[in-house]
Nanobody, 123 residues
Framework: QVQLVESGGGLVQAGGSLRLSCAAS????????MGWFRQAPGKERLFVAA????????VYADSVKGRFTISRDNAKNTVFLQMNSLKPEDTFVYYC????????????????WGQGTQVTVSS
């Protein structure tokens, strides 16, 4: 079992930055690939970024490439999403997720999810 708790969301002006954190419980965190997704009310959950268990490889959605950076600290059981140059269209609830079998861009293939953190970007 892996429990995930996101933090770091909030309200920011366009062009600003936020850093999301996702703290994981369990001694097996380092064996999981981790992903970030985002979702608007009533909409599907969209892939944002993912990172392999070692942190050696990352994948990004085209919409965030060059602006967002995913990273992880396995010693602290935490994955991060640094979000720069934020735009109003980045306003979503952001979720972190854990996947045993490597990175994926498909939300339905992840094994564990956090409760989400709201990010609101004002224009």
């Amino acid at each position: 079992q892996v429990q995930l708790v996101e933090s770091g969301g909030g309200l920011v002006q366009a062009g600003g930055s936020l850093r999301l954190s996702c703290a994981a419980s369990g001694r097996t965190f380092s064996s999981y690939a981790m992903g970030w997704f985002r979702q608007a009310p009533g909409k599907e959950r969209l892939f944002v970024a993912a990172i392999t268990w070692s942190g050696g490889s990352t994948v990004y959605a085209d919409s965030v490439k060059g602006r967002f950076t995913i990273s992880r600290d396995n010693a602290k059981n935490t994955v991060f999403l640094q979000m720069n140059s934020l735009k109003p269209e980045d306003t979503f609830v952001y979720y972190c997720a854990a996947r045993r079998l490597g990175v994926s861009v498909v939300a339905g293939t992840y094994d564990y999810w956090g409760q989400g953190t709201q990010v609101t970007v004002s224009s």
